[in-house]
């Protein structure tokens, strides 16, 4: 009857996902795509395209992983989970043409997902330090990002223009609209996004600083020599 044949099939998955499971935990990962193959065959759950998507992902394996997502959006066209894990194989490896090609056909779906509008974000940023001639990028925050050029260091934004230029012997982390920023003659001061310094704060706390953390209501830790 249809009740027995449903306790049947349910066993069967079940029994086909233990085996995935140990495959993919002893690193025989297609052996285990090819469980989650027949599952599918079974039940055309979208949760189960999604777990061999991830297996593939964690394992590194990002082409794989992609080639699932993809199996994944052809089941479930509007399945922005599909989207978002396609695009996040394509980030890591450094494929920006693939990802936006994605994006573009995410959005014109009219589709939305705050995990595809997260791997946006970021995929504007990486694409752009891909492409300047920054010595290093240290740190993304609030929409600015400290580098270095010719072993001074700087403020940009995000999108690529120069808020304070590459001056400083060193510099911090950007918080609450201020950074702090170490000058020639060995001094830590915070700064505003005008490039103003606000707070000279080796005259204040004394000694060697080596470092200055986040800015916050008035309080912010330092290491000292």
Not at 161 to 185: E, P, Q, R, T
Not at 212 to 223: A, E, K
Request: glycine letters at 6%; charged letters at 25%; hydrophobic letters at 35%.
């Amino acid at each position: 009857n249809l009740i027995t044949g449903a306790v049947a099939q349910q066993k069967n998955i079940n029994d086909l996902l233990a085996k995935a499971t140990t495959c993919s935990e002893q690193g025989l990962y297609d052996k285990a795509a090819s469980y989650y193959n027949d599952i599918i065959a079974d039940d055309d759950n979208i949760k189960y395209y999604l777990a061999a998507t991830d297996m593939y992902y964690e394992a590194g394996q990002y082409d794989a992983s992609y080639s699932w997502a993809e199996k994944t959006l052809n089941a479930f066209p509007k399945e922005t989970k599909a989207y978002d894990r396609m695009i996040r194989s394509c980030l890591k490896k450094n494929a920006y043409s693939e990802a936006y090609e994605v994006l573009n056909k995410f959005d014109g779906r009219k589709l939305t997902s705050e995990a595809v509008d997260k791997y946006r974000k970021e995929m504007e940023f990486l694409h752009w330090v891909d492409s300047i001639s920054f010595d290093e990028v240290r740190q993304y925050s609030s929409n600015y990002v400290t580098f270095s050029n010719k072993g001074k260091w700087g403020l940009a934004s995000a999108k690529g223009s120069s808020v304070v230029s590459a001056k400083f012997a060193d510099i911090g982390y950007f918080a609450n609209d201020m950074i702090a920023v170490l000058d020639d003659k060995g001094t830590w001061y915070f700064m505003n996004i005008e490039g103003e310094y606000v707070y000279n704060i080796t005259k204040s706390v004394g000694g060697k600083i080596t470092e200055v953390g986040l800015y916050n209501n008035d309080l912010f830790p330092v290491c000292t020599d």
